[in-house]
């Protein structure tokens, strides 16, 4: 039976350390992959995307995708009966994560996953290894990997841009770097929109009316980070909100609010006790807290939000709700209860025990 072997080193941008080299052996009947003892078989790469899809779902404008870390399960959220759809389960290898599910007009539910969990149950995750960009169709039963590998280390948030092509903020490794690309969702093809020294462990950007990039540096070790614009026409880039001091909460979230204003989002592990959403202005960087935990009440936001007209979603997990908070008033005006599909429980077991993303179906 033929096979190909080598020690990967694709994932490792040019000019920086490789953290974890890994053995990829090719068979007819799929992949076997192994590094720093872990051993895990893939199936056929035609094959390789698998999971559970309700076929019956009906999506409509203004509900809301987002997924469950332990589960790997997407859930719509039906805004006019208030509740909770099973959409679909998602694996791409043995112990990934699925970070984001974010749809088009069309049906289509963009996805991104990577990393390798550590135990049945998440107690820790390796990431740097390998990475996938997936479509899944519900009325269609489609599953398809987009692109993977190479420079598809550890994406994360996705944009879905009017022309069908994907902005990608990809985290590699937590390692002190990072890129942000975009793919095409037919082909797959790949162009590197940032990369550099100035990026660290970005996991959400987009790109806004202007030609401007939105990168939100998350800073995972310092439990710090900023975000940063960087204009792609003319390559200018600037920190519109700056760091805070470590443990001040790992910048990991920023999406668009309108032409004016962003929301970013701040995690910090382990107390959840300098947690927050934040509204900021973009041409001044002022910036106003609408929802700050504190030490009576620690909060871990869902790093990327969706906001229709004045109203912005977003999930708290260590409560297990789904917030409704009306920007004009600035106010929280409902929260959804998540437990029933968060498991029972009230706090977090660590921090993938959580919704990273809340997406709005256009």
């Not at 039976?1 to 990829?24: F, K, L, V």
């Not at 997924?67 to 990934?96: A, M």
């Not at 390998?130 to 590998?149: C, D, F, Q, S, Y």
């Not at 701040?266 to 002022?286: C, F, M, P, Y």
Request: some cysteine.
């Amino acid at each position: 039976m033929s096979q190909i072997d080598w020690t990967d080193s694709s994932t490792t941008p040019e000019g920086s350390e490789h953290r974890s080299s890994s053995s990829w052996r090719h068979y007819p009947w799929g992949t076997q992959v192994e590094f720093e003892g872990y051993k895990a078989t893939f199936p056929a790469r035609n094959g390789r995307v698998y999971g559970q899809i309700n076929n019956a779902v009906r999506f409509k404008s203004g509900d809301l995708l987002f997924n469950v870390h332990p589960d790997n399960i997407c859930y719509l959220f039906s805004q006019e009966i208030k509740r909770f759809t099973y959409v679909f389960e998602l694996n791409w290898g043995p112990g990934t994560l699925l970070w984001s599910v974010a749809p088009d007009r069309n049906g289509n539910v963009f996805c991104t996953l990577s990393g390798i969990r550590t135990g049945t149950s998440i107690t820790d995750a390796a990431f740097g290894n390998w990475g996938g960009i997936v479509v899944v169709n519900p009325r269609k039963h489609l599953l398809k990997t987009i692109a993977e590998r190479g420079e598809i280390v550890d994406p994360y948030s996705i944009q879905v841009r009017p022309d069908g092509k994907l902005v990608i903020a990809d985290f590699a490794d937590f390692g002190g770097s990072g890129r942000i690309y975009s793919v095409d969702s037919v082909t797959g093809s790949i162009e590197i929109l940032a990369r550099g020294k100035y990026l660290l462990d970005p996991t959400c950007a987009f790109i806004d009316g202007e030609n401007v990039l939105w990168i939100a540096n998350g800073d995972q070790e310092n439990q710090d980070g900023e975000i940063i614009a960087l204009d792609l026409s003319t390559g200018e880039r600037k920190t519109v909100y700056p760091r805070e001091g470590n443990m001040s909460g790992a910048l990991l979230g920023v999406y668009p609010v309108d032409d004016d204003y962003i929301i970013a989002t701040k995690n910090e592990w382990d107390q959840r006790t300098h947690s927050a959403v934040i509204l900021i202005n973009k041409k001044t960087g002022e910036a106003e807290k609408l929802l700050q935990a504190t030490n009576e009440s620690p909060q871990f936001f869902s790093n990327i939000g969706s906001v229709l007209g004045t109203r912005l979603f977003t999930a708290e997990c260590c409560n297990r709700e789904l917030i409704e908070f009306d920007l004009r008033e600035r106010k929280v005006i409902h929260r959804y209860d998540l437990s029933p599909i968060m498991h029972g429980h009230l706090g977090m077991r660590n921090s993938f025990d959580a919704i990273s993303g809340v997406y709005a179906i256009p």
